[in-house]
Each structure stands twice: as C-alpha cells, then as structure tokens.
C-alpha cells in the first residue's frame, strides 16, 4: 500500500515538473520574442537620420508587439490561474 502510494506520488512530481517546463519554455518564446522586437525597434528608432515614414513605421511595430506581450501575458496568467484553481 505505502509503496503503490508512493510510486503514485513520484508519477505526480514528475508530471507537475514537466508541466511546469513546458509552461517555462512558452513563456520565455512567447515573451521573448516581443520583447526582442520592441528593444530592437526602439534602439532603431533613435536614429536621427531614420525618415519620419520608417520612424511611424518602428512606432507601429513597437505598439504591436505591446499589444502581443501583453495579450499573451493575459492568456498565460488566465491559464496560471485556472490550473490552480482546480487543483
């Protein structure tokens, strides 16, 4: 009995653990790559020989990655939350 229950709770650890690791690797792909681009974009934008047309065009590709980083913070902590409400 002790052995079945402990078996079953080594099972549990290892599929919290690997939850927790895929949960880990969508985040640091689906923040890091807005976050990439905004950096890139805003250190781009600074440039004073950059064209007002490119300049409006960094500022629009910067305000979408916002957009992007932001719903997919939502999104993960929505699912953060449902997860451990039903545990």
């Known amino acids: 009995q002790y052995l079945a229950c402990a078996q079953l709770c080594k099972f549990v ?13 969508s985040i640091c792909r689906e923040v890091r790559t807005p976050l990439d681009n905004i950096n890139t974009f805003t250190k781009q934008i600074t440039d004073d020989s950059l064209s ?10 910067i305000t979408d990655n916002c957009k992007e980083l932001t719903s997919s ?15």
Do not use: G
């Open 52 to 61: 007002s047309e490119k300049r409006a065009q960094y500022s629009d590709i």
């Open 13 to 25: 650890l290892a599929q919290q653990q690997y939850m927790k690791s895929v949960f880990v690797k």
């Open 73 to 87: 913070l939502d999104n993960m902590l929505e699912t953060a939350y449902k997860e451990s409400s039903s545990q």
